[in-house]
DNA sequence: CTAGGTGCCTGATTGC
DNA sequence: TGCAATCAGGCACCTA
Protein backbone atom coordinates (compact mmCIF):
# COMPACT_ATOMS: atom_id res chain seq x y z
CA UNK A 1 0.00 0.00 0.00
CA UNK A 2 1.14 3.35 -0.67
CA UNK A 3 2.54 5.32 1.87
CA UNK A 4 4.63 8.43 1.79
CA UNK A 5 7.75 6.93 0.20
CA UNK A 6 5.84 5.47 -2.33
CA UNK A 7 3.75 8.90 -3.04
CA UNK A 8 7.08 10.91 -2.88
CA UNK A 9 8.55 8.96 -5.25
CA UNK A 10 5.19 9.36 -7.24
CA UNK A 11 5.26 13.12 -6.88
CA UNK A 12 8.67 13.29 -8.15
CA UNK A 13 8.34 11.47 -11.26
CA UNK A 14 5.06 12.76 -12.03
CA UNK A 15 6.57 16.66 -11.43
CA UNK A 16 8.94 15.23 -14.21
CA UNK A 17 6.65 14.13 -16.28
CA UNK A 18 3.49 16.64 -16.09
CA UNK A 19 4.63 19.65 -15.31
CA UNK A 20 3.25 22.12 -18.09
CA UNK A 21 0.77 19.38 -19.41
CA UNK A 22 -2.54 20.25 -20.03
CA UNK A 23 -6.16 18.02 -19.91
CA UNK A 24 -7.52 17.43 -22.58
CA UNK A 25 -10.54 15.25 -21.50
CA UNK A 26 -11.29 13.03 -18.48
CA UNK A 27 -13.24 9.82 -18.69
CA UNK A 28 -14.89 8.19 -15.26
CA UNK A 29 -15.39 4.83 -15.05
CA UNK A 30 -16.22 4.83 -11.82
CA UNK A 31 -17.98 7.79 -10.58
CA UNK A 32 -17.00 7.43 -6.65
CA UNK A 33 -13.46 7.35 -7.14
CA UNK A 34 -14.10 10.96 -7.58
CA UNK A 35 -14.66 12.39 -4.05
CA UNK A 36 -15.13 16.28 -5.02
CA UNK A 37 -16.19 17.73 -6.84
CA UNK A 38 -19.24 15.32 -8.82
CA UNK A 39 -17.66 13.29 -11.68
CA UNK A 40 -19.87 15.40 -14.20
CA UNK A 41 -18.15 18.88 -13.36
CA UNK A 42 -14.84 17.03 -13.18
CA UNK A 43 -15.57 16.22 -16.57
CA UNK A 44 -16.84 19.46 -17.86
CA UNK A 45 -14.70 21.75 -16.17
CA UNK A 46 -11.34 20.54 -15.53
CA UNK A 47 -10.29 20.03 -19.70
CA UNK A 48 -7.85 23.26 -20.12
CA UNK A 49 -6.66 23.43 -17.21
CA UNK A 50 -2.84 23.12 -17.01
CA UNK A 51 -0.61 21.08 -14.09
CA UNK A 52 2.05 23.85 -12.99
CA UNK A 53 3.89 21.13 -10.31
CA UNK A 54 3.30 18.18 -8.68
CA UNK A 55 4.16 18.02 -4.81
CA UNK A 56 2.72 15.87 -1.61
CA UNK A 57 1.24 16.56 1.84
CA UNK A 58 1.22 13.04 4.02
CA UNK A 59 -0.26 10.51 1.46
CA UNK A 60 -1.86 12.73 -1.13
CA UNK A 61 -0.83 13.77 -4.43
CA UNK A 62 -1.24 17.59 -5.09
CA UNK A 63 -1.24 18.63 -8.54
CA UNK A 64 -1.19 22.36 -8.81
CA UNK A 65 -3.68 23.53 -11.42
CA UNK A 66 -3.64 26.92 -13.56
CA UNK A 67 -5.82 29.03 -12.04
CA UNK A 68 -4.59 28.32 -8.12
CA UNK A 69 -6.71 25.06 -8.02
CA UNK A 70 -5.51 21.91 -6.98
CA UNK A 71 -6.47 18.01 -7.87
CA UNK A 72 -5.70 15.89 -4.75
CA UNK A 73 -5.35 11.69 -5.36
CA UNK A 74 -5.54 9.57 -2.60
CA UNK A 75 -4.29 6.07 -3.40
CA UNK A 76 -5.37 4.27 -0.48
CA UNK A 77 -4.97 0.60 -0.56
CA UNK A 78 -4.44 -0.41 -4.66
CA UNK A 79 -4.67 3.00 -6.09
CA UNK A 80 -2.03 3.80 -8.75
CA UNK A 81 -1.42 6.50 -11.16
CA UNK A 82 0.79 6.30 -14.29
CA UNK A 83 1.77 8.25 -16.98
CA UNK A 84 1.62 6.22 -20.95
CA UNK A 85 1.01 7.04 -24.61
CA UNK A 86 -2.71 7.34 -25.94
CA UNK A 87 -2.19 3.85 -27.09
CA UNK A 88 -1.38 1.85 -24.59
CA UNK A 89 -4.22 -0.96 -23.59
CA UNK A 90 -6.42 0.04 -21.17
CA UNK A 91 -6.29 -1.16 -17.52
CA UNK A 92 -9.09 -3.36 -16.79
CA UNK A 93 -8.92 -1.96 -13.42
CA UNK A 94 -8.92 2.01 -14.86
CA UNK A 95 -11.14 4.04 -13.13
CA UNK A 96 -10.49 7.69 -14.16
CA UNK A 97 -8.68 8.32 -17.17
CA UNK A 98 -7.10 12.04 -17.61
CA UNK A 99 -6.67 12.64 -21.48
CA UNK A 100 -3.88 15.67 -21.88
CA UNK A 101 -3.69 17.61 -24.67
CA UNK A 102 -0.26 16.58 -26.31
CA UNK A 103 -1.71 13.06 -26.73
CA UNK A 104 -0.55 11.26 -23.73
CA UNK A 105 -2.90 10.23 -20.80
CA UNK A 106 -2.53 10.22 -17.09
CA UNK A 107 -4.35 6.84 -15.51
CA UNK A 108 -5.70 6.51 -12.25
CA UNK A 109 -6.65 2.39 -11.79
CA UNK A 110 -7.57 0.88 -8.67
CA UNK A 111 -9.02 -2.60 -8.72
CA UNK A 112 -9.94 -2.23 -4.67
CA UNK A 113 -11.94 1.38 -5.51
CA UNK A 114 -10.93 2.79 -2.00
CA UNK A 115 -9.03 5.82 -3.88
CA UNK A 116 -10.00 8.95 -4.14
CA UNK A 117 -9.42 12.29 -6.47
CA UNK A 118 -10.55 15.64 -5.13
CA UNK A 119 -10.20 18.90 -7.28
CA UNK A 120 -10.47 22.26 -5.51
CA UNK A 121 -9.56 25.70 -5.09
CA UNK A 122 -9.31 25.81 -1.34
CA UNK A 123 -7.01 22.07 -0.78
CA UNK A 124 -6.91 23.13 2.65
CA UNK A 125 -10.36 21.73 3.20
CA UNK A 126 -8.98 18.28 2.25
CA UNK A 127 -5.43 18.57 3.51
CA UNK A 128 -6.46 21.02 6.59
CA UNK A 129 -6.42 18.19 9.73
CA UNK A 130 -3.32 16.60 8.16
CA UNK A 131 -0.66 16.61 11.31
CA UNK A 132 3.22 17.60 10.52
CA UNK A 133 5.45 16.06 7.64
CA UNK A 134 7.70 13.77 9.55
CA UNK A 135 10.67 15.12 6.91
CA UNK A 136 10.33 18.58 7.04
CA UNK A 137 13.17 21.10 8.89
CA UNK A 138 10.30 22.62 11.22
CA UNK A 139 9.02 19.22 12.26
CA UNK A 140 11.43 18.84 15.20
CA UNK A 141 12.21 15.46 17.72
CA UNK A 142 11.03 17.83 20.59
CA UNK A 143 7.43 18.98 19.28
CA UNK A 144 7.11 15.53 18.38
CA UNK A 145 7.39 14.48 21.81
CA UNK A 146 4.75 16.74 23.02
CA UNK A 147 2.86 16.02 20.79
CA UNK A 148 2.89 11.55 21.58
CA UNK A 149 2.38 12.63 25.63
CA UNK A 150 -0.94 14.27 24.75
CA UNK A 151 -2.00 10.98 24.40
CA UNK A 152 -2.56 8.05 26.09
CA UNK A 153 -2.95 5.21 23.72
CA UNK A 154 -0.37 2.57 22.51
CA UNK A 155 1.97 3.89 20.11
CA UNK A 156 1.06 2.06 16.61
CA UNK A 157 -2.56 3.33 16.60
CA UNK A 158 -1.50 7.06 17.27
CA UNK A 159 1.35 7.10 14.28
CA UNK A 160 -1.12 5.74 12.06
CA UNK A 161 -3.03 8.68 13.00
CA UNK A 162 -2.76 10.83 10.15
CA UNK A 163 -4.02 14.24 12.12
CA UNK A 164 -0.85 13.22 15.11
CA UNK A 165 1.71 12.88 12.09
CA UNK A 166 0.93 12.93 8.12
CA UNK A 167 2.49 10.11 6.07
CA UNK A 168 2.74 6.90 7.97
CA UNK A 169 0.50 3.74 7.04
CA UNK A 170 1.34 0.48 8.13
CA UNK A 171 4.48 -0.97 7.14
CA UNK A 172 7.08 2.26 7.80
CA UNK A 173 4.84 2.39 11.52
CA UNK A 174 5.78 -1.27 12.53
CA UNK A 175 9.22 -0.64 10.89
CA UNK A 176 9.83 2.50 12.99
CA UNK A 177 8.84 1.01 16.03
CA UNK A 178 11.05 -1.84 15.41
CA UNK A 179 14.39 0.74 14.42
CA UNK A 180 13.48 2.55 17.59
CA UNK A 181 13.25 -0.14 20.18
CA UNK A 182 9.45 0.75 20.75
CA UNK A 183 6.67 -2.14 21.70
CA UNK A 184 3.13 -0.90 19.50
CA UNK A 185 1.66 -1.46 22.88
CA UNK A 186 3.37 1.29 24.57
CA UNK A 187 1.37 3.52 26.24
CA UNK A 188 2.80 7.53 24.27
CA UNK A 189 2.67 9.23 26.89
CA UNK A 190 5.24 6.89 29.24
CA UNK A 191 7.74 8.21 26.53
CA UNK A 192 11.18 9.52 27.97
CA UNK A 193 12.42 12.31 25.95
CA UNK A 194 15.45 10.33 24.97
CA UNK A 195 12.48 7.66 23.74
CA UNK A 196 10.78 9.82 21.84
CA UNK A 197 13.90 11.42 20.03
CA UNK A 198 14.51 7.67 19.10
CA UNK A 199 11.88 7.24 17.87
CA UNK A 200 11.62 10.61 15.82
CA UNK A 201 15.17 9.73 14.31
CA UNK A 202 14.02 6.54 13.28
CA UNK A 203 10.92 6.98 11.45
CA UNK A 204 13.04 10.05 9.55
CA UNK A 205 15.80 7.69 8.49
CA UNK A 206 12.88 4.57 7.81
CA UNK A 207 11.25 7.04 5.53
CA UNK A 208 14.51 8.61 3.74
CA UNK A 209 15.67 4.87 3.48
CA UNK A 210 12.80 4.28 1.60
CA UNK A 211 12.44 6.97 -0.71
CA UNK A 212 15.99 6.37 -1.57
CA UNK A 213 15.01 2.63 -2.86
CA UNK A 214 11.84 4.07 -4.51
CA UNK A 215 9.40 2.94 -2.51
CA UNK A 216 8.37 -1.11 -1.15
CA UNK A 217 6.50 -3.28 -3.67
CA UNK A 218 5.77 -6.47 -1.82
CA UNK A 219 4.96 -9.80 -3.95
CA UNK A 220 0.96 -9.25 -3.35
CA UNK A 221 1.23 -5.54 -4.07
CA UNK A 222 0.69 -3.44 -6.92
CA UNK A 223 2.46 -0.32 -5.95
CA UNK A 224 4.30 1.10 -9.25
CA UNK A 225 5.58 4.49 -9.57
CA UNK A 226 4.77 6.97 -12.65
CA UNK A 227 6.23 4.71 -15.32
CA UNK A 228 5.36 1.06 -14.06
CA UNK A 229 8.20 0.39 -12.00
CA UNK A 230 8.45 -1.52 -9.06
CA UNK A 231 10.09 0.07 -5.71
CA UNK A 232 13.12 -1.67 -4.71
CA UNK A 233 12.90 -1.28 -0.73
CA UNK A 234 10.91 -4.80 0.25
CA UNK A 235 13.89 -6.47 0.78
CA UNK A 236 14.84 -3.65 3.50
CA UNK A 237 12.20 -4.72 5.65
CA UNK A 238 13.34 -5.42 8.80
CA UNK A 239 10.07 -6.71 10.65
CA UNK A 240 7.34 -6.13 8.19
CA UNK A 241 5.45 -9.57 6.66
CA UNK A 242 8.97 -11.29 8.56
CA UNK A 243 6.58 -13.36 11.39
CA UNK A 244 8.34 -16.56 12.06
CA UNK A 245 11.75 -14.99 10.30
CA UNK A 246 14.56 -14.69 13.05
CA UNK A 247 15.12 -10.75 14.32
CA UNK A 248 17.98 -9.58 12.34
CA UNK A 249 19.29 -7.61 15.31
CA UNK A 250 18.67 -10.36 17.87
CA UNK A 251 17.78 -13.66 16.27
CA UNK A 252 14.39 -13.70 17.79
CA UNK A 253 11.79 -14.87 15.71
CA UNK A 254 9.57 -11.81 14.64
CA UNK A 255 6.29 -11.82 16.10
CA UNK A 256 3.09 -10.85 14.61
CA UNK A 257 0.06 -9.59 16.22
CA UNK A 258 -3.08 -7.46 15.68
CA UNK A 259 -3.38 -4.24 17.42
CA UNK A 260 -6.17 -2.25 16.53
CA UNK A 261 -7.37 -4.04 13.18
CA UNK A 262 -3.81 -3.85 11.68
CA UNK A 263 -1.70 -6.43 11.25
CA UNK A 264 1.57 -5.61 13.74
CA UNK A 265 5.20 -7.02 12.89
CA UNK A 266 7.58 -6.84 16.36
CA UNK A 267 10.52 -8.17 18.07
CA UNK A 268 9.54 -9.35 21.23
CA UNK A 269 13.23 -9.29 22.41
CA UNK A 270 14.08 -5.89 20.83
CA UNK A 271 11.22 -4.04 21.35
CA UNK A 272 9.91 -2.68 24.99
C1' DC B 1 -12.65 15.32 23.41
C1' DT B 2 -10.89 10.35 22.53
C1' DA B 3 -11.37 5.49 21.76
C1' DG B 4 -13.37 1.85 19.48
C1' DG B 5 -16.26 -0.32 15.89
C1' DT B 6 -18.11 -0.69 11.02
C1' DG B 7 -18.50 -0.07 5.97
C1' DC B 8 -16.38 0.60 1.80
C1' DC B 9 -14.11 -2.88 -1.99
C1' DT B 10 -11.83 -6.88 -4.64
C1' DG B 11 -7.98 -10.18 -5.27
C1' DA B 12 -5.73 -13.72 -2.85
C1' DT B 13 -5.99 -17.29 0.30
C1' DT B 14 -8.18 -20.75 3.03
C1' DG B 15 -11.74 -24.26 4.07
C1' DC B 16 -14.87 -27.84 2.87
C1' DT C 1 -11.83 -29.33 -8.69
C1' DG C 2 -14.88 -25.74 -7.51
C1' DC C 3 -17.14 -22.76 -4.86
C1' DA C 4 -17.98 -20.03 -0.64
C1' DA C 5 -16.13 -17.77 3.25
C1' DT C 6 -12.46 -15.06 5.09
C1' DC C 7 -8.93 -11.72 5.14
C1' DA C 8 -6.25 -7.52 4.14
C1' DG C 9 -6.23 -2.53 5.08
C1' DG C 10 -6.71 3.56 5.02
C1' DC C 11 -9.93 6.34 6.13
C1' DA C 12 -14.74 8.36 6.76
C1' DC C 13 -18.23 7.96 9.68
C1' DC C 14 -20.71 6.53 13.68
C1' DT C 15 -21.46 5.59 18.66
C1' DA C 16 -20.24 5.47 23.64
Not at 2 to 21: H, M, Y
Not at 236 to 254: E, F, K, N
Request: with cysteine.
Amino acid sequence: MPELPEVETLATDLRRLLTGAEFKSVEVLWPRSVAMPTAEELVRQLPGHQIQDVSRRGKFLVLSLSGSSALLIHLRMSGRVRVEPATAPVDSHARVIFHLADGRRMLFSDPRKFGRIYWTADAHCVLGDLGPEPLDDDFTACDFWTRLSAHKGALKPLLLNQTVLAGLGNIYTDEALFAAGLHPLRKANTLSVAEGERLYHAIREVLQQAIWHRGTTLDDERYQDAEGRPGGHAQHLRVYRRAGQPCLRCGTPIQRTVVGTRGTYFCPHCQH
